[in-house]
């Protein structure tokens, strides 16, 4: 099933603003492309630069024996892949879902027949098809699959095989979003407490460069995590932290600001103050966040 790699075939599904870029990534790169969408006006303009229109899902999965998707969600996908034929299929899904989702998947892929390969998109679609974008992918599941079509693959954005354990794309995609979405909540925070006396801009500077230089945290606590000491290397000690977070909250109340975006992270540092653990970092809030696992 390995094509030539600059123009091998393909089908897509979904032509969202990801699914769209992903398309014309691979069409300046030289495949031969077909795509469906379920709303068909957003295939005229790639049917402009040479894509082929199926007028089904079936029609489209037909076409090439590797087929992506790139839809809204995972029943999303069940919907558009109810009607097709996967038998001899190499299947890559992009839609964005959680670890589960991917392993229930990969097992339904190989219920019908198919190959599977989950992945996870770390990029926005300006990003996609644009050389040192800084874009890649995530993939797991079927190395062969990965193997086979790594050309094809890499042709909108560099790509990252993280395991056979089809969840693990999914898995490495969320937990980087996560730690987005908490920097994005600092960033909120900064911002109304500055809202009326600080311009924005000139600010926004401040915190990039602040927030650059306070990233080689996720080291030291990588390292904690892997050796168990969480007191190696820590020069701000959670005792410290503790007492400097109610200066947070204070010039807060003082700015007219809700806490509420920081106040769950401070909590869990003041749990595992009281545990005992003064001489900590923060790597400890680590423990507190794992719900114990069911015995098998």
């Not at 809204?72 to 001899?88: C, F, Q």
């Not at 995609?173 to 801009?201: C, N, Q, Y």
């Not at 030291?220 to 909250?249: C, F, I, P, Q, W």
């Amino acid at each position: 099933m390995t094509h030539n790699a600059e123009k091998s075939p393909l089908s897509l599904l979904g032509l969202g603003a990801m699914g769209g870029a992903l398309a014309r990534a691979w069409l300046a790169a030289g495949h031969p492309l077909t795509v469906w969408n379920r709303t068909a006006g957003r295939a005229e303009s790639l049917a402009r630069e040479g894509a082929h229109v199926a007028a089904t899902a079936a029609e489209a999965v037909a076409a090439s024996d590797l087929v992506i998707v790139c839809l809204l969600d995972h029943a999303s996908v069940d919907d558009a892949l109810a009607g097709a034929d996967l038998s001899g299929k190499d299947l890559v899904d992009l839609t964005t879902g959680t670890p589960e989702e991917a392993r229930a998947r990969a097992r339904w892929a190989e219920e019908r027949g198919a190959r599977f390969l989950d992945g996870g998109v770390m990029a926005v679609p300006p990003m996609i098809g644009v050389p040192g974008s800084g874009a890649y992918v995530f993939y797991s599941g079927s190395r062969a699959v990965f193997e086979a079509h790594a050309g094809t693959l890499a042709a909108p954005a560099e790509t990252v095989y993280t395991g056979e354990d089809p969840g693990l794309a999914a898995l490495h995609d969320v937990a980087l979003l996560s730690a987005m979405t908490g920097m994005f909540a600092g960033v909120a925070h900064a911002f109304a407490l500055v809202r009326e006396e600080i311009l924005p801009k000139g600010f926004a500077d401040l915190v990039v460069g602040w927030l650059r230089a306070m990233t080689p945290y996720a080291y030291g606590m990588a390292e904690h995590l892997d050796s168990g000491d969480y007191t190696k290397n820590v020069t701000s000690n959670l005792a410290m932290m503790v007492r400097g977070n109610a200066t947070l909250l204070r010039t807060a109340e003082e700015q007219k600001v809700s806490p509420e975006l920081l106040t769950p992270f401070m909590t869990l540092m003041e749990r595992r103050l009281a545990d005992g653990h003064a001489d900590e970092g923060t790597t400890g809030v680590v423990d507190l966040l794992r719900i114990p696992r069911p015995d098998p």
